[in-house]
T-cell receptor, first 116, second 108 residues
Framework: NAGVTQTPKFQVLKTGQSMTLQCAQD?????MYWYRQDPGMGLRLIYY???????DKGEVPNGYNVSRLNKREFSLRLESAAPSQTSVYFC???????????????FGSGTRLTVV | LAKTTQPISMDSYEGQEVNITCSHN???????ITWYQQFPSQGPRFIIQ???TKVTNEVASLFIPADRKSSTLSLPRVSLSDTAVYYC?????????FGKGTMLLVSP
């Protein structure tokens, strides 16, 4: 039972390069999320997907795009990386179901991205 | 969005009980309160969740007063391995934001 799997774990990019962070969950969760974590800033939501086929902006979406490929997979793309996007990125999923008790998020182990 | 406020840091010693309080003044009727634990280089991990009154599991207790404008995470008899950042999150259909968390340092 892998939970939430993120790849890669580490990445160094040059300014202007593009890349896609991959995330997959095997818990049949409806909702998936991408967060970034910077020192002293806590976790900030970039994008989320409440269900397959839908995506919505979070608190800090600029410079990112997402794709909910299917129920299991939710990818985050940086089209032209900038040093300000140096951060640790976490993917999470949640079995959010209206009217039922919510048991919280399951997080991946993170991707540490450095843009030089 | 329901914003949360928690202390930036707390210190404790092994074997003591630690209580971390979070305020969430504009919590909505359908929102739940969830606490997460995060170790360095790892993603946050679910600890406990509640709606009102008291919830207890094998690692912690969560106390929520009747007005639900605050909550307190109680960690009994902490050990060095409980040193981590603890996040309070108000979870609802439109609430998806974490605060900055409380850095708990447990010393021998």
């Amino acid at each position: 039972n892998a939970g939430v799997t993120q790849t890669p774990k580490f990445q160094v990019l040059k300014t202007g390069q593009s890349m896609t962070l991959q995330c997959a969950q095997d818990m049949n969760h409806n909702s998936m999320y991408w967060y970034r974590q910077d020192p002293g800033m806590g976790l900030r939501l970039i994008y989320y997907s409440a269900s397959e086929g839908t995506t919505d902006k979070g608190e800090v979406p600029n410079g990112y795009n997402v794709s909910r490929l299917n129920k299991r997979e939710f990818s985050l793309r940086l089209e032209s990386a900038a040093p300000s996007q140096t951060s640790v990125y976490f993917c999470a999923s949640n079995s959010r179901d209206r009217g039922r008790f919510n048991y919280g998020y399951t997080f991946g182990s993170g991707t540490r991205l450095t843009v030089v | 969005l329901a914003k949360t406020t928690q202390p930036i840091s707390m210190d404790s010693y092994e074997g003591q009980e630690v209580n971390i309080t979070c305020s969430h003044n504009n919590i909505a009727t359908n929102d739940y309160i969830t606490w997460y634990q995060q170790f360095p280089s790892q993603g946050p991990r679910f600890i406990i969740q509640g709606y009102k009154t008291k919830v207890t599991n094998e690692v912690a207790s969560l106390f929520i007063p009747a007005d639900r404008k605050s909550s307190t995470l109680s960690l009994p008899r902490v050990s060095l391995s409980d040193t981590a950042v603890y996040y309070c999150l108000v979870e609802g259909y439109s609430t998806l934001t974490f605060g900055k968390g409380t850095m708990l340092l447990v010393s021998p």
